[in-house]
């Protein structure tokens, strides 16, 4: 940590900053310089707390050289995490991982009927909401536990894993039972006292990205699931927010490279939610792949115009076949492959 | 809600927004123009969901005439809403509501020295966090139940109103049985199991102002608790996201006079989370006020340098006093006053 | 347009939104609803001025149908724009443009290097700047046109096309002696004395988009260059404005799919400038390639840690030679290619 | 500055940026820390370029300590600049300075009364622009030298000094020849031709903000106002581009202390062009007041409705009388007071 010293502070305020740092047990490195004075803290294992020095006379910034997170960093942990589901599919390393289904479940015959698509499409993971956040107390909030119990019926016939929303602490529980990933939801990124019943519920979680969360914010939101014990963790970038409306938001892809150089956790995309508009979702789900995203998650519905939600950027079956050998080809450019797992485990089930 | 079609969308395209508005009871009205045909939807009562026209060939985009929120808008209530407190305090109206104290409640001693600073120099609410969302699994969270007992006897001993913030649904049931105000924080705004509990917990709700939140979402957040039951709550802006680090956020007084435009319900601002910076405060809450602000929410700490979270944007008492009386002159200015009633509340009390 | 009335706006105040619409020619198209009115405008052949509505009492916000741009849209001009440049190469349609080379032309052995290198591994498009817009006055501004004369040469020799930039109108004479397209840098996208230069230079344009620029104000300074009557011009994305600093800027590659729904002129992206980094310039070349980018513009210097500006974001000459294999595997597996045109060309010109 | 390695950074990448620094003739300052090392730099008399260090292998980050510009800087100068126009009205210092007037010249009738009107409400420097930046090729350019014309016939009848708008380097010689203050807007803010122009022209220069311009660049532009000898500079906030829509801009008036603190030049604020709405413009020029700003200007129009561009957003001058009786009132909150100058300055004349 670096505390850069305003140009007109006194000896007394420099003396002040080099206390309080011995007061904490660092050893300051005052670094003279001809238009102002910076002081070095050296000694710290880690992220030092800033508070106390912002508070004082004569200090312009506080200058962080390490990073506030540590068990989701690379520099903790250098070989990427895999994180491995009961149906033999994984995430992370080598493989994409292709999450997707319907945003809610609204029948046995719709979640079913998509199921069977994707699976047969080549996707490992069946996604689905149950309990839906919804901006207007007005609008559909989806099934609730009926809905869990669909998803699990559409895996014991399909054989994919689920991937499913919990939306508050209480209900962490009951979404464990069923799931095989708890989603934790981007209006949800920084609800911690959800982080920590989500990181100590026993399954993978996925973090979405919170709409106007710094990667740095996302990561030490991760950083409560890991910190709960839960090392099977998941990134999604999903979009966040922006200036313009010619997509819904602004779908961050650099941030997959840029997270993948600070954590060793898996970081996946979401071009629905990050689109908003089915026409967009295929050319921005091969540009995730393109650089480098770990798996996609995606809205695939039987019937988009009778959808209860999200109708408008759900893929249909026909156009989600046809993407899914775009990605194969474009996976295969950079030397990599889409998961496979399933498919074998399944038949091997069977 | 009007329906705008693609230049290149068939009469088959159009005939099937008009059986949807049908199907839904309403009435198509077609508006042919040179380029395009748009469709308006007649006879409904209030905002018509979306959801099912944009997923239909041939649409380009839907736009809403109609506000999506209901209670909250003026539109339903001219009137604006003052609320009343138990110290005979009021937000909304004619006055000018200060809020003031702590950050975190640290111990006995500094915060019933915090409430008798802000107290003397005019606040009639004191705030103070008993339970603090810390971005940072690392940081300081707050002290728990015993820091509401603490803001209990500062109550006591001044007078003074209380707001504090809880966290999750299941701590506001604990938090409504201290505070006067349920402080719903910005990373929860659209924590809607939150929202839900805290609109049935039977105490007024301030509601902030999530940090990449439109005008449009946070008042539907407020219509959640209205919905609820709730009626007594106060919007409060603290800032949003911005490109620029000169200052932490950016705070965004227009939202003052662009929210009081379209909701009954009381308009404060919150300058220290706002800036971030103390320096700032001062002028910042002076803006407010002068933009219309019904209140303010303003960090005081005895001794910023030693505050255990934001001392960088607590004023000292000092500078609080100063700052009171720049607000009188302002609030007088466009005829309104600093809300007095707890001064005579406590003396008629005591 | 549609033009919505506020809910307590009186008879008189729709009375004078129905005669200013006639007052300029249209047809006045009433839609009362239950809430409030709207009143629609028909008969106007493209965008109507918004300005004589929002002043008037009683009206609450106007709606556009049409878009405000002409000449770029694809309602006026259905096939897409394909430019040939006078090496053959060709911008917009199947192929893929490679446009390579250094930020700033520095030297004779640099910039040959350069254009060479970047020929052999694919490029028809050398870049190079010779006047350089800086954010500081104290920066390196650009050879100037010994810069220009030093991109001539490399022309000579490697039969390459050359786009470099021009900063204000009267220098644009001067470039477009020299260059084989005119770059209009993002700062100066709605300079628009610099536009109507450009435009009615004589060369095709590429206009950068600005960073804070909607998709309609980019398309709208496009118009100005049409309007001039140059309608080579191409669009090219770079990155915008965000709140985070994990990257430069934050590449918007969804406005790439957006851009070609609206507009027929080619869209290109500009990965260096985009992310500021050379470990993200070749993920995100690959995305935007995969996302439907009809080409490239990526900074390749010999040098990159002796570059007189920009050596962060530009990649070695090896480093290209893989990127170009990786892009070539992504634009078959769309059905397209990387335009192959100037190698055949200098060849027969050989 | 600071070199921050990455952890994995080598001893001869530590090397290498030692050299760099020597070579440039400045000290380096190792750091060595547990996670990383960092390596100061030291005896550099400002700002030192990190290009040459970014693209270095090992470099982390660059962070500065210093800032990157100097004569606007209130290190290199820490007295307040106060401008004063040939009418005797001053900008900067106690006063608080108001430029009204309407959006565009229309004509003669409409200038004079615009003049009249908001000279009798104390505003000391008129506004009005003659060349006008618009988005769209196809709406109003301005009257161009005749508008010029009249409002200088304006200034000779009311005693007002003027405000107004240059568009490219040689329209800066026309522009200059009429007006007391040349104005460079928002879109210009990096058109560093047209600074040079401006700068060299021999009368003081509006800045305005850029609509996503950081301080940093806002404060860099007027750099090179004053690398080329002006040293009158006004600077002007008048909105950022953000989110939300429910206003058209968002006024940035925290970036009013803040930049006060950084520079010695005069900060005004553009309550019209910030916020796009009329009603909104008394709440947020108050509060602009209120927050410190040396100044305003304001859109005034003897009749909103008919004007040529801007309408919504123009106050009509009984508006605008009501206003600066509250704004009088604002500025004495703080021991300020409207800049009464012109008064004198016109009857001293007459």
Redesign the interface.
């Known amino acids: 940590m670096?505390v850069?010293m305003d140009?007109r502070a006194s000896e007394e305020d420099v003396e002040a900053v080099v206390q309080t740092i011995e007061e904490m047990g660092y050893e300051p490195?005052p670094?003279?310089?001809?238009?102002?004075t910076?002081i070095?803290v050296?000694?710290?294992?880690?992220?030092v707390?800033e508070?106390?020095f912002?508070?004082?006379d004569g200090v312009r910034e506080v200058?962080h050289?390490?990073r506030?997170?540590k068990q989701v960093s690379r520099?903790w942990r250098p070989e990427e995490t895999v994180i491995e589901l009961p149906n033999g599919a994984t995430i992370g390393g080598e493989g994409v991982t292709i999450m997707a289904g319907p945003c809610s479940v609204e029948s046995e015959e719709q979640i079913l009927e998509a199921a069977r698509r994707v699976k047969r499409a080549g996707a490992t993971v069946l996604r689905g909401g149950a309990f839906k956040?919804?901006?207007?107390?007005?609008?559909f909030q989806g099934l609730g536990e009926p809905g869990l119990e669909l998803l699990a019926r559409a895996r014991e016939e399909t054989g994919l894993a689920i991937v499913t929303e919990a939306?508050?602490?209480?209900?962490v529980e009951l979404v464990a039972r069923y799931t095989d990933i708890i989603q934790i939801g981007a209006?949800?990124m920084?609800?911690?006292?959800?982080l920590r019943a989500a990181g100590s519920a026993g399954k993978p979680v996925m973090l979405k990205r919170g709409?106007?969360a710094?990667?740095?914010?996302w990561l030490?939101a991760a950083?409560?699931l890991l910190?709960e014990g839960e090392s099977r963790v998941i990134l999604c970038e999903r979009g966040?927010?922006?200036?313009?409306?010619?997509?819904r938001y602004?779908?961050?892809?650099?941030?997959?490279?840029?997270?993948k150089?600070e954590t060793h956790l898996p970081v996946i995309a979401d071009p629905s939610h990050?689109?908003g508009d089915?026409?967009?979702v295929p050319?921005?789900a091969?540009?995730?792949?393109?650089?480098?995203a770990d798996g996609l998650l995606v809205e695939v519905h039987p019937d988009?115009?009778?959808?209860?939600?999200?109708?408008?950027q759900?893929l249909t079956p026909d156009r989600f076949d046809e993407l899914m050998e775009?990605l194969e080809?474009?996976a295969?450019?950079?030397d990599r492959h889409l998961t496979p797992a399933v498919r074998e485990a399944v038949e091997a089930a069977g």
């Open positions: 670096l850069v140009h490195e670094i003279p310089g001809r238009q102002r910076a070095g050296v000694g710290n294992d880690g992220y707390d508070d106390p912002v508070a004082l200058i050289v390490s506030p997170y520099e956040p919804r901006t207007s107390p007005y609008s939306l508050d602490p209480s209900g209006r949800n920084q609800n911690y006292s959800l709409i106007s710094t990667l740095r914010e030490l950083e409560y910190n966040v927010r922006n200036f313009d409306d010619h997509a602004l779908l961050d892809l650099t941030a997959v490279p840029s997270a150089q990050g689109t089915r026409k967009k050319p921005m091969r540009a995730a792949v393109a650089a480098g988009p115009p009778h959808a209860l939600s999200d109708g408008a759900s775009e080809a474009i295969a450019s950079i």
